[in-house]
């Protein structure tokens, strides 16, 4: 759709994150008028990298602060909402969980009031997350399952979807929820996730280590393709039908662990290089992969990258980054 995000104001919490770098590079190559909000500067980021930051209008402040986002949303007259700011890492939300709620439940409904305050927002897409199903016996997963995660990351998933969705039905704010499985690729500086943990224990000839057993079944998702399909659905919300819904975006590709760490040591050519397994991970989900049916049928949506084409390029960004 040409010209559809030219002169948009366009909100993005979390834009130096992994899937918000990418987005908002997106977002500026097709001329919207981006907002990012911005709470600890990381000189490394992907954002920052790419020289994408210095393009964009920055807010400083944190998500869970309703008059920050309520001063930003109004003044800047945002027309879309891109609510992706999170703390997104398992362990992190373990340890501590009201740091966790903080972000993630009341991130979601500062923005969510906010909006409500604000006449001019017509597109709302808040990241939920597979997490947010916790864990069941039925799967793949599909829009249609509960939301129960058991777990602090989970659990705070599910409320801030909750919210979402509540928003809609509620004050018909024209809002959707995304749910992703775990977002991998190019600009992800938590080197305590696999992929990019791996990428680096090969490049410094160190031999990877697996936090888990490795028998986790996870839903890999390539972050191009994540934020290809944030655009797609905010295109989609042109009609107003699909407000107040909830989709999945998924490869459909389940996958362990291991496999996974694997596959990564094959494309590297260091397979002599055997994952150490420290069985250590807990309160994690063992099983979980998304359906994306919904996407398919009702958005006519496809994903653009295979796995093994996500690792290679991943691969590639991680050499010349670390290399730096």
Request: charged fraction near 25%.
């Amino acid at each position: 759709m040409k010209d559809l995000w030219k002169d948009k104001n366009v909100f993005v919490t979390g834009c130096t994150g992994l899937l918000g770098s990418h987005l908002t590079q997106m977002l500026v190559e097709k001329k919207a008028n981006v907002i990012g909000l911005v709470r600890d500067s990381v000189p490394k980021s992907n954002l920052k990298q790419t020289g994408v930051y210095d393009t964009i209008n920055i807010v400083r402040g944190s998500v869970e602060d309703f008059y920050t986002m309520e001063r930003t949303i109004n003044e800047y007259e945002i027309h879309t909402i891109f609510h992706l700011a999170a703390q997104t890492i398992v362990g992190t939300a373990n340890r501590n969980p009201l740091s966790t709620f903080e972000s993630n439940i009341k991130g979601t409904w500062c923005v969510l009031e906010a909006c409500r305050r604000v006449p001019t927002v017509k597109k709302i897409l808040v990241a939920s997350s597979d997490k947010a199903y916790g864990s069941q016996e039925k799967l793949p997963y599909n829009e249609e399952a509960p939301l129960m995660g058991e777990h602090p990351y989970d659990a705070s998933k599910s409320c801030a979807d909750l919210l979402a969705l509540m928003y809609y039905k509620t004050y018909q704010l024209p809002v959707c929820a995304t749910r992703c499985g775990n977002f991998y690729g190019p600009g992800d500086l938590n080197f305590n996730r696999i992929v990019p943990g791996t990428i680096r224990s090969v490049l410094n000839n160190q031999t990877p280590v697996i936090r888990s057993d490795g028998s986790n079944i996870r839903d890999y998702f390539y972050v191009k393709d994540g934020a290809l399909s944030y655009l797609h659905l905010a295109e989609k919300m042109n009609d107003p039908n699909i407000h107040g819904e909830a989709f999945n975006f998924s490869n459909e590709q389940q996958i362990s662990v291991l496999e996974i760490t694997n596959n990564i040591l094959k494309l590297m050519k260091r397979e002599d290089l055997q994952p150490k397994i420290l069985n250590q991970a807990t309160n994690e989900i063992k099983h979980q992969y998304l359906s994306a049916k919904k996407a398919r049928e009702q958005l006519k949506w496809r994903p653009k990258y295979t796995l093994d084409k996500g690792l290679r390029e991943t691969i590639e960004w991680y050499t010349k980054f670390l290399k730096r």
